[in-house]
């Protein structure tokens, strides 16, 4: 601050302030303000990819050591992101992992205030009771277990079933705001509908129960592959026609919603699906905030920052805050998202540019 | 206001100065207190049922005497309440007609501030273009032409079609709030697909397009009956397994809503549809807003005030405001419904009473 | 709809159709479409000026001769539009009278769903006691009664004193809605406290209790000229150091507001006060929905469509929809202002249009 | 999760599966699953007291040894939790600083997402310029710079003053959402004023310029003594009459709210000041969240969770989530708190418990 030596005195008079400020439990600022408030957002977290091909085999070796059940409670594998070293999460608000559950394997009941998802590359046979309604979990869904609902799963087969889950953990847990509680240790059901009770009440285009209040998270349990694949499809048609409706040329987007509000199906994580016809190529989009995408179907390069990384299905990357990213997509390819911005928009912290960094 | 005989003099000073609030274009309160601000809402509308059998030949009748085309607009014959005499209002706020349009004829493009529905009894053949978007219309469908949308219909078939249309005329007249605009001559698009654009990008369960931000009215321009249906069906269903989701024991029901804000398709316009088991009977409700029921299918005993109407498909009745409503069951019956409580809501006058009028 | 003549045979058919249609309580929309849709705001009420010094003498005179007592409820003679002959409304909204208060009377207790408030052009003495909490009445002072807030009036001087009320009546009424119950016949309470409760809880600019929910109405019973007045002096002195504030050059305005919410002081009625520096002249502006205007000091024409009126003290003015009005300023003038915006907003029918109508 | 003692082969198996989760850059839930998910919030903040007899002449030497200029920006320094060791912040959301400025001294203009407000103890003498509009700080002002605001100080006096800094940093910083600018080496004004415009234009209670729309935080730069003051002596005047208004018995409290919503002041921060009667003694609260509270004037015992600190006059103290609090009035005190409750309001974790945990 000031390129003037201080002399020995003086300086003998700043030690002891300094030393002083500590004894106090003080800490200057002028001392850190750039690392505290820098000129951009300067996360920690990285562009990171994990690799399908390399989180399955460990999953199955996991499920062939390690037991499920009451106190770890699930068998699942946080993605670390490389940037936060120690720490079990994909980006500093985000938790991805992937879960594994063997033949005839049941995880226990809880509940927590943290929201969380599942999303299904491949597999089927496992459902997850939610509030004690159960949601066969199969190829392509999003399946929901909102905050403080009590869940657990079941799988029905003698295959095992891999998916991921996704949580706001470290949100929560930066902000000292989770509670917890184990259910029961008996399943509150063995029912295993092919559609569950969430879906039958609320899975009708734009049809409410008149019973039924709003909701600050989405009632609809699970948003089928059939559906999302549909209105993927009908954008790149209605493109094809020459009308509105996809995000840019070539790149259609759905975003899984609340319906009692219209907005985001959890009220801290948005999920996105979106599909890019073979050779289109997103314009570069920094946003504050954070994202995990993970490859559903198809072969693309995705550049975030200054890293690109050849990705194909199951792979999953990290977008840190503020860093640009871009698919390009090889085949046509379908990519599964989840962010943090709901956080950012209730705050008054959002901001989005769109085109090559400048 | 008081017992005591005024003397001539005062009389005379009486008169004079009634005289002189007519002269000055004033008007007292204390000789009309009760008429303007009643103990309860007085409505002047009346319960009233209109024949489907009444109003279709007539219908008929007018689709072979009166053309359709400019100027006129429509060929729609309103419900006209008997307690509003001479005005085409089936209630104080709610416009509501039967629209015949013959084998191959077009009703021309306009758009208005007034908001619109139709709502499709029997037939087919018929499509409703808006903003350019062919909407199909047919047994069962709702469909929206929302406030200053384009909108002209065209039968493409050899069959007459016939269906109702609800309007918030009434409302908006009274408000003195409507525009109106005369579109091209010329048919936007002669298409007749079977799905809309709207639907196909509006019409998947709790699926947003990323694209598209949030709207007033509904985007997605028609609700198919074979959702409407299957949501009905699941309710009582559900209902059947002893799980939540129905009105009441017996009585299912279902509210057409806008996909981006989880509230009434219409702003100003509530649609719903009931089904009611073989036998059931709804707890009477009073309501501050006016409503008017059509019969989809089925029979039932519709009591509105002190009246008892046995009615059937088509049939339509109006409900005044505060007036209590109750239906038995006949045979299943399926009912639509609308109503203006949007506009109280929005204002803060709404109240409901459920249970016997005390 | 046609220039061929019909034929006889046709003729009579016709005849015969209109004459079922009246049977079957139907109404042709092919005849009246013009009206019941115009292409823009087509309302009844003209733009119409009532003169203070016209109003007072006959309140006066009223006092004289009209108790004021249960029944009746209130001495209150509205201004009634000449182009609603026989209504006692100022629009087809608003309702607008002159209420007289003489010496040591009281308007006994009552409440009602329409909401209302009072503004005193001058005098003072009056206390409304709303809800029981005393509320003293003077010069340029906006006093709310909300939505089914009891409430009565009681003059503790020998003078009487006038003040105008605004409300929803012909709203309310127009819709139905309309709930009214007769209070205690004793006052609530004779305090005549400088300050009522509302204001000791609520009148801190930006500071709300702590304890207090957000309501739809504001909880502010009054407020006061002394702040108006700063408020739009303060406007002015702004616009002379080169800062914004102002509406427009010359023209301030404050809109009185609910303090748990930001919006309208009450939910169906705006209610402004606007400040013209001498000389200055507002654009004209053409809204959907009505006005009423009440000159507070000062002197000025007001040009209300092709209308022009010259306006001052106490003058009273009514806008209808869609019409323009613009305001010069003959001295320095302040004028209150009341309309039904809120509604138009809330039901997606708001539009307005500033600058010359072309 | 289990109690079976693996055997060597499994152990060895176990080892490689460990192994390969940090190469793969995976951690398992299940070693961690209590300390990600708690039963309840744990957070590692701490309550803790700074006594403003110890921060006051360290702010003092600073004064003497360090100046305030461009890169470091502001002599102030951050109450450290020692929950929190080399975190300069409160409470793991809260920033909270003493900033000393000395006489003719000038903090040069910046500006960042993080929002900001300053809260005076003791002293004048400063004036915050905010986008150019100069505001003075004099005892028990709340002044507000919100998020992307330039906003820089000048010591007009030859006496040094001292405040108190709250920002959201740390919650800016874990969300990696913050961007800073620099503003112009030269101050924006000179000038002096005893009122803001931003006070001219939006201190007057309930009254909204008409030409200002919403804003996310409060328009309203300054929240000035007098007016909380008169607010909190209302509120126990009111309890001693009998009426309703305090939070509790003896204990009043207003909320520091942007007059264009309602709502908090700062989007990410809430303000509030509260006053206890000598004597009185809160219920203990323990929500989520964590908060910030200054003694500006009096004597109190505040018992945070299991500790019990005496405080006086510019004391202050953190409050880790869901840590009960409980204040004990020894002389009637006035304490200025801030916290970071709107975060978890709109995230939809907020929860609160009253009285004494079990």
Same mark, same amino acid.
């Given at each position: 601050? *000031?390129?003037?030596? /201080?002399? #020995?005195?003086?300086?003998?008079?700043?030690?002891? &302030?300094?030393?002083? !400020? $500590?004894?106090?439990?003080l800490i200057p600022l002028w001392t850190q303000r750039d690392d505290l408030m820098p000129m951009t957002p300067r996360p920690a977290a990285v562009p990171h990819v994990w690799r399908w091909a390399r989180l399955? /085999?460990? $999953?199955?070796?996991? @499920?062939? &050591?390690? /037991?499920?059940?009451?106190? +770890?409670?699930?068998? $699942?594998?946080? &993605?670390?992101?490389? @940037?936060?070293p120690g720490l079990p999460y994909a980006t500093p608000t985000l938790w991805a992992a992937i879960q594994y559950l063997g033949p005839r394997e049941v995880a226990p009941s809880h509940r927590h205030s943290q929201? $969380? !998802?599942r999303f299904v590359v491949d597999g089927e046979g496992v459902w997850t009771n939610v %509030? @004690? %309604?159960?949601v066969a979990m199969r190829r392509g869904d999003l399946l929901l277990t909102p905050s403080w609902a009590f869940?657990?799963? #079941?799988n029905v087969t003698d295959r095992p079933m891999t998916w991921i889950d996704g949580l706001d953990i470290p949100l929560v847990s930066g902000l000292d705001a989770g509670f917890f509680e184990f259910g029961p240790d008996e399943l509150s059901t063995r029912e295993t509908p092919g559609r569950s009770r969430g879906e039958r009440?609320? +899975?009708h285009p734009g049809l409410r129960p008149i019973s039924r209040p709003d909701q600050p998270n989405s009632p609809l349990a699970a948003y089928r592959w059939v559906h999302t694949d549909a209105a993927l499809t009908a954008q790149l048609e209605l493109e094809s026609e020459g009308f509105a409706g996809v995000i840019e040329p070539g790149h259609a @987007?759905?975003?899984?919603?609340? /319906?009692? *509000? +219209?907005?985001?199906? &959890?009220? *801290?994580?948005? *999920?996105e699906m979106r599909r890019l016809r073979a050779g289109a190529r997103t314009t570069p989009v920094r946003s504050v905030g954070s994202a995990v995408w993970q490859v559903f179907e198809g072969e693309a390069v995705a550049t975030v920052g200054d890293k690109a990384f050849e990705i194909s299905k199951g792979d999953l990357f990290a977008v840190p805050s503020w860093c640009p990213v871009t698919i390009a997509a090889g085949s046509q390819v379908d990519l599964f998202r989840f962010s943090d911005e709901p956080v950012y928009e209730a705050l008054?912290?959002?901001?989005?540019?769109r085109g090559e960094p400048q």
């Open positions: 601050m *000031t390129d003037i030596l /201080p002399d #020995q005195s003086e300086q003998k008079r700043l030690d002891e &302030l300094y030393a002083d !400020f $500590a004894e106090a439990g399955l /085999p460990i $999953a199955e070796r996991s @499920g062939q &050591l390690v /037991p499920v059940g009451r106190g +770890g409670e699930r068998r $699942a594998m946080a &993605l670390s992101n490389p @940037g936060l929201g $969380a !998802f %509030d @004690g %309604d159960a869940h657990e799963h #079941q009440l609320w +899975g @987007g759905i975003r899984f919603s609340n /319906p009692t *509000t +219209g907005r985001d199906a &959890l009220v *801290t994580i948005r *999920t008054g912290l959002a901001r989005t540019s």
